[in-house]
């Protein structure tokens, strides 16, 4: 509500009439909040080109970052798939980064607890890894049924991918495949 | 898209599932295309489009069947295009027999497994004796196995670039399409039937309505205009899916529509990579570039792997497996790969059937799995039948879930619905749980492969907060560390992983350097001069261990040691192909099979349409994108009968990854189900198939189990009991089972709660209030949801009864963490695959609806099963193979090699 200037031609008015915007539905309305607000893409530290990661339209999108943390996403209006515009669901993917539900810490889930604990991620992926060589011993198959040579592991899988980077597929089915593991897939099958 | 005339949009809901893709639509329409939408549903695609048309789900191959026939019957298909560059004056074997001549079902079936046995859709040969018979150059669809559940491959996926192996190249063709073997004429007769009378009939189109159609895209295609087609999972979540999808092809390739600027089949993909995720595969069936996973007893050495794929004497870049393969080999187990040891073939576990996520979780019930890694999906919520899910989750040992919320898969031994009805008990599950913060996509770098094939690369804003860690991270330290607790084993089984290539760059934050695996991924030269420069092209791949390359078609995205996924001209800058903002497989080309963009002498069909054509002087393909034809192949040049590969191109193929380098209206190899698509209805239908005696899919997958029961179809005793249609799909405000928008406060402000969209009549006909509640009830479970009372969903009238369809989005769950919850619609639906690629139909099923909330507890069982017993079921219904027949079509069957009778399925076959 604080006054556009204290003087006489900040009447509202005057505004309107001075400033063409006759309507009083622009600049001539503007707080003194308004004015002073600086968006936050214009004091980021700096800008990178990402793309949406929900589905497969692929638009571009601009990250700003200020402070080691991402204050805004906006379309990319250099894409050609784009042109800058992006859907309710890549507009709000700021919130994907700073939801404050978001999970940064492990749990782990004993047999029968009711309850999470948290431990260090070095541990979980210590006793990831121990399971991991312990079910494939367990359920290891080297001729299957008609004695064929099969060499692989049927107690292990993997459900996930779409979501991911290429280079992450790359990694988990070049793994998994060494370990035996095959039974692997993803959301192109459901 | 831009650049078509007529845009047809069939089973997809483009403008609220790809808002920001759906701009291209409205740029063509501002341009003067046509736009039709064909869906069950009115949405805002349809209230963009010039004309609606609701459709029955399940029934677009009548609709497209009927479009072919009608182009045919008037000669209104794009006749030099048809003859020159499709199969259609290909002669097929005399041992075909069509479904219209054996009430159903083609040459060639077996009732005893459900599966074909494709030897008799084969090409005619020109040369029988001469060709040098390529052991295991053409193998059945399904090996040796006589059990359908152990069929191996998901055909659709596994050929998904290359068509599928053929001896050789050496066809017989009529050009004239006059001879009643032609592929021409086989399709006349296929799809006589299919008239306009029978799409009112089956799928509830008015006649004129459907010749609207066809006008549309008759008019606006050939030489001077192009129609594209676009679709997503409403084509794909059914019995048979992929022959939908392969129906719209037959018509685009009538039509001349394939390969030229403005046409094609638009696959609308729903995930940001998950594109990427088939081409480097987290699937079972296949390795990086479509090269298949190897088959216990048809793979057994690398030679018959090879021989599987491509015969040196068809045509086609497929010839080059053994290169691709090599190279694949090479740069996963690096130098302890040779020439001498086949490059570690044996390395590779062997596939010995279906290794799908749905049988894999039938496994888990039964107790066979062990550990479950659950990276970036939900399962629980988002796979068809969650609830065996759930159950199949309380089963293993161990469960990694990888996410960036506490999503209902992570949970569901605290709040499942399962427990709220007493099933299970938290103190009974003895599932360790894992739950591993993940990365964000501005967390980490690296590339998606989005859906016109784009490979775009991300930069890293900031480093993953607390202990997040990128997938790359993840998996790279898992296997860091089971490699040093394996150090020195002498165990023969672990040496493929201490033979691994594992050695990445990492950065200062310990982050795996992403552009390293990208490199491995594109491939070096190995040895010689060039050793350690990155590959230019996969034609520089060799089969001698020279080169590497983690997955062929994505070889030269790193080409000249530069990250052309990162390539960021904007569009401003360049023209409207844009070849210069990320990168494309193959070779950065922007529209595939591009040579057919020309004529056979290689002229534009037309300057309006023209993209890539020959130029003379120069001895070369020039154009606007990378023409996907040897550069330098005159379009006059004819390949000696002897030769294969490559060198066997025509001029004149466009279809250079199809083993005889034409578009294939009949599949003579490669579809499981049959060589053209053929209308059948869905698994749970109130309809009968009007055209055979066979209602649904004989090749279909089914799983007769107490846990997966069916609803009678048709006339069926019972089936009233079920007697509404329901078809599931997306919102723009949610993602999948929604753990990327169900936490967040704005998506679920905008989209806060479940509920069905019903019509003013069906809300009458059984009592429904908008804004009130219902409960939907299927043959598997119970769900709720708010009524969204609307004339956006239209009864239908099928043969002069009214049909009533709903409307279900599946985005909600039961959990406690989420901003909102709600039951899901994946509850309601059961397992039954198609044949070809596994995947589940979820577009359409029987239910009932009812006013009010479900029950809680044990009583919402109880109701489920009451539903149940009135309707007579047991686990055979719907599960029948083939349907009775009279003796004397059985007895023709039989001639045809298709079996005479239809066993009874084992009711306890695969129970757990
Ligand atoms: S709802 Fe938001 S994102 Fe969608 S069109 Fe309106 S302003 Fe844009
Ligand atoms: S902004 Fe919307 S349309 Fe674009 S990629 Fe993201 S989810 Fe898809």
Redesign the interface.
């Known amino acids: 509500m604080a006054g556009n200037g204290s003087s006489f031609l900040g009447w509202p008015v005057l505004r309107q009439l001075a400033s063409g915007d006759l309507l009083g539905r622009g600049a001539a309305v503007t707080s003194r909040r308004t004015r002073e607000t600086e968006p936050r893409t214009s004091t980021a530290d700096?800008v990178?080109?990402?793309?949406?990661?929900?589905?497969?339209?692929?638009?571009?999108q601009r990250?700003f970052?200020k402070d080691?943390?991402?204050v805004q996403?906006e379309g990319d209006?250099?894409?050609?798939?784009?042109?800058g515009?992006?859907?309710?669901?890549?507009a709000?993917?700021e919130?994907?980064?700073n939801?404050p539900?978001?999970?940064?810490?492990?749990?782990?889930?004993?047999?029968?607890a009711?309850e999470?604990q948290r431990i260090?991620?070095d541990t979980?992926?210590?006793?990831?890894?121990?399971?991991?060589?312990e079910?494939r011993r367990?359920?290891?198959q080297?001729l299957?049924d008609?004695g064929?040579?099969?060499?692989?592991?049927?107690?292990?899988?993997?459900?996930?991918?779409?979501?991911?980077?290429?280079?992450?597929?790359?990694?988990?089915?070049?793994?998994y495949?060494?370990?035996?593991?095959?039974?692997?897939?993803?959301?192109?099958?459901? | 898209m831009a650049n078509a005339d007529c845009i047809v949009i069939q089973g997809s809901n483009m403008a609220e599932c790809h808002p920001v893709g759906f701009q291209w639509v409205a740029e063509a329409k501002a341009r003067g295309a046509r736009v039709i939408h064909i869906d069950p549903r009115f949405t805002r695609t349809s209230a963009i489009a010039d004309t609606h048309v609701p459709v029955r789900a399940g029934t677009d191959v009548v609709l497209l069947g009927a479009i072919i026939n009608h182009v045919l019957s008037n000669d209104l298909y794009f006749h030099d295009y048809v003859v020159a560059y499709t199969n259609a004056a290909t002669l097929v074997s005399e041992d075909f027999v069509d479904t219209e001549d054996l009430d159903g079902v083609f040459s060639g079936y077996d009732p005893r497994t459900g599966a074909y046995d494709s030897e008799s859709w084969a090409y005619q040969s020109r040369a029988e004796p001469q060709v040098p018979d390529q052991e295991g150059g053409i193998q059945g669809p399904t090996g040796d196995e006589p059990d359908a559940k152990t069929r191996a491959h998901a055909g659709g996926h596994t050929l998904g670039a290359s068509g599928a192996a053929l001896e050789h190249a050496q066809v017989v063709r009529d050009e004239t399409l006059q001879h009643p073997r032609t592929v021409f004429q086989i399709l006349r007769r296929h799809y006589r039937r299919y008239t306009p009378e029978m799409v009112r009939d089956v799928c509830g189109i008015p006649v004129e309505q459907f010749h609207e159609v066809a006008r549309a895209i008759v008019e606006n295609s050939g030489r001077e205009r192009t129609t594209c087609f676009a679709y997503a999972l409403g084509w794909t979540q059914h019995s048979l899916g992929a022959q939908f999808i392969r129906a719209a092809a037959i018509l685009q390739l009538l039509m001349g529509n394939m390969g030229r600027p403005g046409g094609g089949i638009m696959a609308l993909r729903g995930h940001a990579c998950i594109q990427g995720s088939t081409d480097i595969p987290t699937l079972f069936n296949i390795l990086p570039g479509y090269l298949p996973m190897p088959v216990a007893g048809e793979h057994d050495t690398l030679e018959d792997y090879l021989a599987s794929i491509a015969s040196p004497l068809q045509k086609g870049y497929w010839t080059e497996a053994p290169a691709y393969t090599a190279s694949l080999l090479k740069a996963w187990f690096g130098d302890a790969a040779t020439p001498d040891n086949d490059f570690c073939y044996d390395y590779l576990p062997r596939l010995t059937g279906a290794h799908g996520t749905y049988q894999t979780v039938m496994e888990m019930l039964d107790g066979k799995v062990e550990g479950y890694f659950v990276v970036g999906q939900n399962p629980a919520v988002g796979s068809a039948h969650a609830r065996m899910q759930r159950l199949a989750l309380g089963q293993l040992r161990w469960l990694v879930v990888r996410d960036l919320q506490l999503i209902e898969t992570a949970t569901f031994w605290k709040d499942s619905p399962e427990i709220a009805t007493g099933e299970l008990r938290t103190e009974d599950i003895r599932t360790e749980v894992f739950f591993m913060p993940a990365a964000t996509h501005v967390e980490k770098a690296g590339t998606f492969t989005q859906t016109q094939r784009m490979l775009q690369w991300r930069h890293q804003a900031v480093t993953p907060p607390g202990q997040a860690q990128s997938e790359l991270d993840f998996y790279y330290e898992l296997g860091r560390r089971m490699r040093e607790r394996l150090a020195g084993s002498t165990d023969e089984r672990d040496r493929p992983l201490l033979d691994l290539t594992w050695d990445y760059p990492q950065d200062e934050h310990g982050e795996v350097d992403g552009e390293a695996v990208l490199r491995e991924i594109n491939g070096y030269h190995l040895t010689g001069d060039r050793a350690g420069e990155l590959l230019s092209s996969f034609t520089e791949m060799r089969a001698d261990g020279s080169t590497s390359g983690g997955c062929w078609i994505y070889t030269g995205v790193f080409a000249g040691g530069v990250n052309r996924s990162a390539n960021r001209v904007p569009r401003d800058q360049q023209d409207e192909t844009a070849a210069e903002w990320g990168w494309a497989w193959p070779m950065n080309r922007r529209i595939l099979y591009n040579r057919a963009s020309a004529d056979p002498q290689g002229r534009p069909w037309s300057e309006r349409k023209k993209y890539v054509w020959w130029d003379e002087e120069a001895g070369r393909w020039v154009g606007k994108d990378v023409p996907d034809f040897p550069a330098d192949r005159d379009p006059s040049y004819r390949p000696a009968p002897d030769q294969g590969g490559p060198a066997a191109i025509s001029g004149d193929d466009p279809f250079i990854m199809q083993s005889d380098g034409k578009g294939w209206l009949f599949a003579p190899k490669g579809m499981v189900d049959g060589p053209l698509p053929t209308h059948y209805e869905a698994q749970e239908s109130p309809v009968r198939n009007p055209l055979y005696t066979q209602q649904r899919n004989p090749g279909r997958l089914v799983y007769p189990r107490k846990d997966n029961l069916w609803s009678p179809s048709g006339d069926e005793p019972g089936s009233d009991v079920y007697p509404y249609v329901f078809t599931t799909y997306r919102l723009t405000e949610h993602h999948t089972a929604g753990g990327m928008s169900r936490w967040l406060p704005y998506l679920s402000e905008l989209q806060p709660e479940m509920f069905c969209e019903v019509s003013p009549e069906l809300a009458a006909e059984v009592g429904l209030e908008n804004g009130g509640w219902a409960t939907i009830v299927s043959a598997r479970s119970a769900i709720e949801a708010r009524v969204l009372v609307t004339d956006r969903v239209r009864p239908l009238t099928v043969k002069g009864r009214t049909l009533h369809q709903i409307g279900l989005p599946y985005h909600w769950g039961i959990g406690r963490d989420a901003v909102v919850e709600g039951d899901s619609a994946n509850d309601l639906l059961g397992l039954v695959l198609d044949p070809n690629v596994h995947i589940q139909e979820s577009k359409v099923a029987a239910c009932d609806i009812r006013p009010g909330r479900r029950p809680h507890g044990d009583a919402l069982l109880r109701l489920v099963e009451e539903y149940q017993s009135r309707a007579g079921i047991t686990a055979v219904t719907g599960n029948e193979r083939l349907d009775e027949v009279t003796p004397e079509m059985a007895a023709r069957r039989a001639a045809a090699g298709s079996g005479q009778q239809a066993p009874a399925p084992d009711e306890t076959e695969g129970e757990g």
Not at chain 1, 85 to 90: E, V
Not at chain 1, 151 to 172: H, V
Request: net charge positive; proline share 4%; with cysteine.
């Open positions: 700096r990178v080109q990402s793309v949406c990661p929900y589905c497969a339209v692929g638009c571009g990250v970052v080691e943390k991402v996403i209006p250099d894409s050609p798939v784009s042109r515009r992006l859907c309710p669901k890549g709000a993917s919130q994907l980064v939801s539900s978001r999970q940064t810490e492990v749990l782990y889930r004993a047999p029968g009711t999470w260090d991620r979980a992926i210590d006793m990831i890894a121990e399971r991991y060589l079910s367990n359920t290891w080297e299957d008609k064929r040579r099969v060499r692989r592991t049927m107690g292990i899988a993997s459900l996930g991918g779409a979501t991911l980077d290429n280079e992450e597929n790359y990694l988990m089915k070049k793994l495949t060494a370990t035996g593991a095959i039974q692997i897939e993803n959301q192109a099958r459901i």
